[in-house]
Every structure is written in C-alpha cells, then in structure tokens.
C-alpha cells in the first residue's frame, strides 16, 4: 500500500509517516502543494492524505486538479479547522473524507482502511473463461449467459480456482483460501463442495471447466 502524505508541518508529517510505516504503508511525504501534486501525478498511490493549508498551493487545489485529470485515487483531507464549511468545500474539491486535527490515529487508520477498500471494489474486473464470467465485486457469476446461484463458500472456492488461471491448486492451498484454515481438516469438505460447484456449473455442459488432477487438486480450465 503506497501512500503519499502532503503535509507542510515536519511534525505531523513526521508522526503521520512513522505511524502508517508501521502499519505496513509505504510512505513518502511532500510538504508543499506543488511538489505534492507533482508526486501525485507522477506516480501511483493507494491513497493521498492532504493538508488544506499548504505553501505554494492549497491542498483544495490539489485535489481539484488531480480530479479534473481524472485522477481517481482516494483523498484524505486534514485540516487544522474543523468547520462544515471546510469540509464541504474539500468534498466539493473531490476528497472521499475529511478530518479534522487533531485526530487519533485510530480513526484514521480505520477511514483509511475503509476507503482502499471501497476503491479496491470499485475497481470490480470481470473474469472469464470459456463461457463463464465471473464479476469480483458482484460476485455475479454466468454460466452460458445464464445466472448461476452460488453460496459465499462456493463463490470464495470459484474465485480460487480462477484466480489459479488453470493451474492445479491442492487441496491445502483451497482449504486455506476458502475456509482459512491454516491446517488440513483431514475430510472430504473441499470434495464436497468441488462436487456442489461441479453440479452448478458444468452440469449439462458439453465443456466440462473443474477439473480433478488426482493426487494434486483441481484446476479451473475448459475440457471437452
Ligand atoms: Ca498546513
């Protein structure tokens, strides 16, 4: 996760940075507007954090030309003063949230948090194989046009077996990603639920897509 703090106090800046570092973001600070447009328009970011009151150019302003160059990456205002106006005026720039200093990190860790993840779904991709498709954030799944009904597990397991992209996943591998388990039950539950999956999906197919590789697992890849 990347991220770009535009932030003219070194302090803030400084306790911004080390607090997201040790939460696993990667971070880089500028502490103008300028140069933190220019890094913003130069590189790619998970999410941007921006003062509004910044030398050079105002984080407003900032944030209203990334968003009239189509700029989609989620915004997090800062702002010293707190007031409705303010915050209007920032969401009205094209910021996705506004808080207000002083702020606990707790809270923005959690907006921030919230926010890539809204941005990662919205960038919702459609996978498809042969005459499947499947949508990652809907979850709509189709088989020869038509809608396939599936449960959460039977989802979970159509996405791990698509995201392979026709390599044999174990049966581990699957237990790990669709139960979490991080040890093998020791029952048939992936056999199971292959079986259900196998029954939505190819039943009445000339071109068969799960795959059983015995003593491997299972791949996800059209047969006839
Ligand atoms: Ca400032």
Redesign the pocket.
């Known amino acids: 996760m990347r991220l770009l703090i535009i932030?003219?106090?070194p302090k803030?800046a400084a306790l911004l940075r080390d607090a997201l570092t040790e939460q696993e973001f990667e971070v880089v600070c500028a502490y103008d507007g300028e140069s933190g447009l220019a890094c913003a328009q130069t590189q790619a970011w998970d999410a941007l954090l921006v003062?509004?009151?910044?030398p050079k150019r105002d984080g407003l302003s900032v944030v209203r030309t990334l968003r009239a160059a189509g700029q989609v990456t989620p915004v997090i205002m800062l702002s010293?003063r707190g007031d409705v106006e303010q915050r209007i005026e920032g969401l009205d720039a094209g910021a996705d949230d506004y808080l207000p200093k002083p702020f606990a990190m707790s809270e923005l860790l959690a907006r921030l948090r919230s926010l890539v993840r809204r941005n990662v779904q919205a960038k919702s991709t459609r996978i498809t194989v042969a005459d499947l498709s499947f949508d990652t954030a809907t979850h709509e799944t189709r088989r020869a046009g038509k809608r396939v009904e599936l449960s959460s597990r039977e989802t979970r397991l159509l996405e791990c077996l698509l995201r392979a992209e026709g390599r044999v996943v174990s049966r581990r591998d699957i237990i790990s990603t669709v139960w979490e388990y991080d040890f093998d039950p020791g029952t048939n539950l992936v056999d199971v639920y292959v079986r259900r999956l196998r029954e939505k999906i190819d039943r009445d197919q000339t071109t068969t897509l799960i795959q059983t590789v015995r003593g491997l697992g299972y791949k996800l890849r059209p047969q006839l």
């Open positions: 932030e003219d106090e803030t003062d509004i009151m910044l010293a």
